[in-house]
Every structure is written in structure tokens, then in C-alpha cells.
């Protein structure tokens, strides 16, 4: 069965420095991959997807980046984090629209 | 471009009343459309799902029938339970899906 591994699943960061947050999924090939960010009261806005190894479409602009430097790896970075990059960011995977998504527990960041 | 528009929240019940939250789409040609739930601090669920017109998805009791006519998927429990309490997410694209901003669910005993 497939499975999707996201962590950390908190973090408290100062305002600067760098982030790394990473997504693995178990048990599918060639998954389509996702990063989410949830901000409270608000739905998820998407931030970055995958369709394949090296292949990032970003939809808002901003100070985060996406890579996928394996077929089932997804991460999502920082080189300097902003007060409102603040938010529960949540990986997921689909092997189609029509499918659905699994997301992963997601992850919540809290920059100070 | 793809949206979806979903009654905003809280939801409050009483266990075992009736549960319909409203969601309503706009796209460009045929989306398949979902109901998510989230419990706290979770990610999301897939909880039902429905691909083409008049389809019906159900699960768990949760139901939702894509209606092109009134471009609706409504969320739908005859009887809500405690544990239903979470916040529901519709969603619907036809490459990918938009969320709506999610419902509070909340259920009194």
C-alpha cells in the first residue's frame, strides 16, 4: 500500500534562517507531488507541484522553493524565512485528477 | 479559472441530527470533484469523490451528488455522530483541484 512520510511535524524557526521541510511517498512510482500551505481560518493554497524528477511548477511567487531530486522525494526550502511564511504546510501525492490526493500529516512552522 | 465555493462555518449540531453543508463549483470543462476532512492538527482525508455528472460518492454515511445542472456536490449525513466534528474541504478541478476554504463542523452530544 502507499504511504507518505512528511517531517518535522512542528517547527519553530527565527526570522532568517533557512528551512527544509521534507516529503517522501512509499509504494507508488512517478507520483504526482504537492505543497500545500495552510494558513488558520483559510483553505490550502498551493504552493509548488511535480509531475516528475526535476520538474517544479510554481504557482505563487515568494521566497520558498521546490525540489525533487528523486522520484518519490519532495522539498520544500528557504534560504530565509519571513514572519509570514508562518503556516501548517501539508505534502501530497496523486497518481491522477480524477484520483484524488493523500496527503501527508503536514507540518507546522511557526517562524519568530 | 477553476473555483469552488463552500458554506462557511461553524457548523453546530446536536448528535444524530441531519448534516448538509452546500458547495458550489466553476469550471471549465468536467471537474471531478471531493469532500475532504480534516481532523485537528491532521492532514487532510480523501473522504468521498465523484468524476462525472449524477455520480454519487459515498462513505462512513457521508454523501455528495455531483449535479452538473446546479454545478453543486453537497455534503450530506443523515445522522452526525461526536466524531464528525472536523473541518470539511470541497474540492474540484480537472487538473488540479481547487479548495474551497473549508466548514467547521462541530457535534453537541
Known amino acids: 500500500s502507499q504511504t507518505i512520510h512528511q517531517w518535522p511535524a512542528t517547527l519553530v524557526q527565527p526570522v532568517g534562517s533557512p528551512l527544509s521541510l521534507e516529503c517522501t511517498v512509499e509504494?507508488?512510482?512517478?507520483?504526482?507531488l504537492y505543497w500545500y500551505r495552510q494558513a488558520a481560518g483559510r483553505g490550502l493554497q498551493l504552493l509548488f507541484y511535480?509531475?516528475?524528477?526535476?520538474?517544479i511548477s510554481s504557482e505563487v511567487p515568494q521566497n520558498l522553493s521546490a525540489s525533487r531530486p528523486q522520484d518519490r522525494q519532495f522539498i520544500l526550502s528557504s534560504k530565509k524565512l519571513l514572519l509570514s511564511d508562518s503556516g501548517f504546510y501539508l505534502c501530497?501525492?496523486?497518481?491522477?485528477?480524477?484520483?484524488?490526493?493523500?496527503f501527508g500529516s503536514g507540518t507546522r512552522l511557526t517562524v519568530v | 479559472g477553476d473555483s469552488v465555493t463552500q458554506m462557511e462555518g461553524p457548523v453546530t449540531l446536536s448528535e444524530e441530527a441531519f448534516l448538509t453543508i452546500n458547495c458550489t463549483y466553476t469550471a471549465t470543462g468536467y471537474p471531478s470533484l471531493f469532500w475532504y476532512v480534516q481532523y485537528p492538527g491532521e492532514g487532510l482525508q480523501l473522504l468521498l469523490k465523484a468524476t462525472k455528472a449524477d455520480d454519487k460518492g459515498s462513505n462512513k454515511g457521508f454523501e455528495a451528488t455531483y449535479r452538473k445542472e446546479t454545478t453543486s456536490f453537497h455534503l450530506e449525513k443523515g445522522s452526525v455522530q461526536v466524531s464528525d466534528s472536523a473541518v470539511y474541504f470541497c474540492a474540484g478541478g480537472s487538473y488540479i483541484p481547487t479548495f474551497g476554504r473549508g466548514t467547521s463542523l462541530i457535534v453537541h452530544p
Open positions: 501530497a501525492w496523486s497518481s491522477g485528477v480524477d484520483r484524488g490526493y493523500t
Open positions: 509504494g507508488t512510482s512517478n507520483p504526482n
Open positions: 511535480s509531475v516528475g524528477i526535476g520538474q
